[in-house]
């Protein structure tokens, strides 16, 4: 079968790398040329390959949407954890600041532990919570809380119960703290 006979002009760096591609075993410059015009010109490009590529893309911009709603939720808690801890936690006495101190080194050696167990596991506690949330309380993130007021005390017409938190260790009562203030 007699192939027509094309003449074209190419730049300088492509004519180059069609050279160097023609150099590899089986291949000549008239085959990778006809192979590159096909797959440009066909309507049905290699509909496969780009599918792939898009589905690949999907997915990554899926879990940057994961991401980032992961990110805020954990930049809110974190924000709002610290404007609750600076509000109730009153200053300690000089004379129990080092028990303190040292305390506070134990607790935070023991977060630690855990949170290296969490990452080695590849548990997600954040994913853990907000799957436990959404599925006993699933209209919690669509309300309108104000900003700082305990959950269920926004909304009257619906009975949620709320979680009394003092800001105290397990064992400790406040009368006890403000006892040792004002020693």
Known sequence: MMKPKLSIYLSDHVAERLTLAAKRPGSNRSAIVDAALDRFLNPERDASGDGALNRRLDRIS???????????????????????????????????????????RERFEIFVAQVGKRVASGGRLVADVMDRVSASNPDLFMRHVEEGAPLGHSMPEKATPSIQTTGQAPGHSPAGREEAGNV
Not at 77 to 97: C, K, M, N
């Open 62 to 104: 899926r879990q940057l949407d994961r991401l980032d709603r992961d990110s805020s939720i954990m930049a809110e808690t974190i924000a709002l954890f610290v404007r609750y801890y600076l509000t109730i936690t009153p200053p300690l006495p000089s004379g129990d600041q080092e028990a303190a101190r040292a305390l506070g």
